[in-house]
Structure formats: structure tokens, C-alpha cells
């Protein structure tokens, strides 16, 4: 299973930017696909995950802001960033797992997001 992301930039704090992640490599179901952060010197931290059945998990600093949605149909995960602010710079990286066979966790390259005036 191969991750690829896209969307990434510089974006004026107060912007928006969308990110997609594709899935590619697998006929299966993706359980979770998840948008993880991170950024120079820090851990990496959650941004949201989504299951196949449509629940979605987000830290409650990111809530109301960021929106994770998913079309199951094309194996792609979307994450809408809304109202960025300068410490949301980082590289968002996606992850999609499967908990049943054939099993995986794996991430994505990751895509630069810079908020910048």
C-alpha cells in the first residue's frame, strides 16, 4: 500500500488549504486514514482520523477548524484546514491502517504546510 499526498503551501495565516492523500497498492478497505503532524523539533502529534464507517477523531485544539473526510470509493483522504495559524506549520503526513488481514500501517512521504504573512 502506497500513500501519496498533495495540497501543501504557503499559506497567509487566517488562510485555508486543502490536503488530499491517495491510497494506492490495495483492493481492501482502509479502516482508518489519519493526518498526523509534525513539525522541526517537536513530536509528531494527531490531527484527525476517520473510519470506514464515518467516525472521526480530533485533539480539541483542532477542533472546529480542521474538517477529515473520506471517499472510500477511491481509497482518498481529505483534510480541510481552515483559519491556519502560524504554529500549524509543519509536514502533515497521512497514515492508513487495516486491522484484519491482510493487516498494515503505513504513512505517506508527508506534504509541507507553511503559514507565513
Known amino acids: 500500500v502506497q500513500l501519496v499526498e498533495s495540497g501543501g503551501g504557503l499559506v497567509q495565516p487566517g488562510g485555508s488549504l486543502r490536503l488530499s492523500c491517495a491510497a494506492s497498492g490495495t483492493s481492501f478497505s482502509i479502516n482508518t486514514m489519519g493526518w498526523y503532524r509534525q513539525a522541526p523539533g517537536k513530536q509528531r502529534e494527531l490531527v484527525a482520523t476517520?473510519?470506514?464507517?464515518?467516525?472521526?477523531n480530533y485533539p480539541d485544539s483542532l477542533k472546529g477548524r480542521f474538517t477529515i473526510s473520506r471517499d472510500n470509493a477511491k481509497n482518498t483522504a481529505y483534510l480541510q484546514m481552515n483559519s491556519l495559524k502560524p504554529e500549524d506549520t509543519a509536514v502533515y503526513l497521512c497514515n492508513a491502517v487495516r486491522v484484519s488481514f491482510p493487516f498494515y500501517n503505513v504513512w505517506g512521504q508527508g506534504t509541507q504546510v507553511t503559514v507565513s504573512p
Open positions: 476517520m473510519t470506514d464507517t464515518g467516525n472521526r
